[in-house]
């Protein structure tokens, strides 16, 4: 059996000149241990850096999905006890979560309550007219059902107009009434959503105020504490989803708290959680803000993947974070992975800041499937850890991309270097059986299995890519996760790709991700005007009140006034067209010349964006539409030392490489069969390296079977750089 991943990645590094001494509890005696551990369908990834001397290592655990926390603190047990260190060493933990964003998935949202103004009550119910991938052969589309029910709506007197002026005053009898009626009916979870109350909030307060006194077991989430921005029904939504998972994450973080301090003696250990926007946020203040982890996990991978592709020296990369319950993807551009503030999680449109994931049921647990018309499916319905993949020999029955692959020899007869042994012949046994009902050979149904889940992963590829105007053969492709980097070759092949890179430790790069990631929030309020009839004194008042609010959250955070970083956007657009784009709006004074040159901005990413601009056309008006502040805390972060060299000048060839284990059956290709095929034990590797399909490479956490035809070069930082043998160049 061989140990949990051990390996000096790098010293910690200051990120420029400043150290965030408030990040991060600093002991007097002792060594500084940072933990992140990032909770998924099938595993637990936990890595942890000793701060002392740089060292960084990494682990998995089984996930609890009946109490996540259990997992959870087995992976800090085990983390500590590979490193030889107690509690007593924990400076902090940084927490990928998926509380938030199952709850929404698995559409299992308790009863809701809703409160707003008078004449809106179907405000839910008239929605959005976008139709969810066109029309396709049905003749009308029904509306998913409403989050709340109609009969838990209650409506208050009162009207603000667009700029915040009291046009009718708030009902404080309306508001009482709507008060007693949720609590008589023990409707203990309310959103509160009046209109225009981005441009004023002192309705709402006052509501809140009224929850408070007269039902004040209710949870509650107003509106202009969530989202300050316009847009009543993506507002009221992105409320009304906050409060539906607010108590589920506060009974979540209390639940770790409460373990954490048990496992440090009560000493307490800064938590913080990882938010969909790319920032981090303390755990005590995650319970107030809950929307903004709904994709905790994907946001922390495609976070470590931007970093470690900028140092591989890659600018347009693609990533694919394969778990065993789902795949996550997305697109990194100059070293940053691109925000949106248009997503959805499941059938829930979200419009907080989050990180353009778009995710496709096909992790290494996905089930394979038999249609009513007798055609083979995979997922999105998965095994997940429990009982999980037929050859886990936890009682699971539905053949999954996991047995295909160990059928199929490209994973070992085992998971985590030996911890996990797999039932090799009950899983070919329950493939035998599918294939049987399909007419197919046992390898042709197991090969049949995998290029469905390749198919459905490039199709999300191409979502992020194409889909937005990129041409995907100039990226390359960044995977990680357990099953991240399985179906790799064959994803360069569907989709043309420049290549593919594979970072040290893929399996846990998303956890390695929440070491790398500042303290983050964001601010937004809604401010339309005209760009040639901007009332700048207004635009200036709007800045410096969310700049105020950002820079309170850092100092809550613990972060020094100097070491702030606050960060100034504006979405602008043409007068007449629905949706904005978002450009930089620098830190000087608001003047003419800092307005017209974030409206130069405009112009030049609408031009990159969509392929022309109005700059030089006078009838066609910009439009300022909201102003938006980012305050930023800064971190420290594990820098990563190049991997040795070889002594040999001439990199070795495949025979002469150390990592070589021995050699294995696998096949690649039904109509080729089995190929004996060298297996090479990543660690042994060094920069340097090269090789040539078929192999496979394996280690601790992952393993990656490089396909006949392709080429594999391991770079000074320790990646595989894979490409296809007659695009070698491209990729170098």
Known sequence: MWPSNRVVVGMICQRGSRHAT??????????RIRVGIDTGGTFTDVVAVDEGTGEVVTTKTPSTPGNPADGFITGIEKILGVMGASGSDLAAVSHGTTVATNKLLEGKVERLGFI??????LMLEIARQAVPDGYGNSYFWVKPPRIVPADAVRTVRGRLDVTGAEVRPFSEDDAVA????????????????????????????AMSEVLRREHPEAVVSISSEVLREYREYERAMTTLVD??????????????HERLDGFTGGRPVPFYVMKSNGGVLSADEVVHQPITTVLSGPAAGALGAALVAERAGFDRVLTCDGGGTSTDVSVVLGGEPTLTTEGSVGAYPSKIPMIDVVTVGAGGGSVAWVSPEGTLKVGPHSAGADPGPICYGRGGTDPTITDAHVVLGRIPPHLLGGEIPLDVDAARAGLTELAG?????????????????????????????????????????????????LLACRLVDVLGLAGVLVPLDPGNLSAFGLLTVDVRNDYVQTHVARHDGLDLASVADVLTSLTGRAAAALDAEGFAAEQHELVRTADLRYFGQAYEVRVPAGAGEADAAWADEVAGRFHDEHRRLYGYDFRDDPSQHVEWVNLRVTGVGPITRP?????????????????????????????????DGYLDTPVLWRP????GDTFTGPAVVEEFGSTVP???????????WGNLVITRVDRQEDAR
């Open 684 to 687: 042994d590797l060094r920069a």
């Open 639 to 671: 820098e990563p030392r190049p991997l040795p060299t070889r002594d040999d000048v001439t990199p070795p060839t495949m025979q002469a490489v150390p990592g070589r284990t021995g050699v294995r059956p696998v096949c690649f290709d039904p109509g």
């Open 116 to 121: 707003t103004t008078e004449g809106y009550e």
């Open 437 to 485: 009902r399909l007419g197919l050979e046992l390898e042709r149904c197991a090969a049949g299995i995998l290029e469905i889940s390749a198919w459905n992963q490039a199709n999300a590829l191409r979502q992020v890519s194409v889909k937005r105007g990129l041409d995907v053969r100039d990226f390359v492709l960044a995977t990680f996760g357990g099953s991240g980097s």
């Open 706 to 716: 490089v396909h006949p035809g392709f080429a594999v070069r391991v770079d000074t």
């Open 178 to 205: 709507a008060a007693r009626f949720f609590r008589e009916r023990d409707i203990t979870t309310i959103g509160v959503c009046f209109l225009h109350s981005y441009a004023n909030d002192a309705h709402e307060l």
């Open 22 to 31: 408030g990040w991060i509890m600093r002991m007097t005696d002792g060594r």
């Open 243 to 256: 409060a539906a998972v607010k108590p589920d994450v506060s009974r979540y973080v209390t639940n770790i």
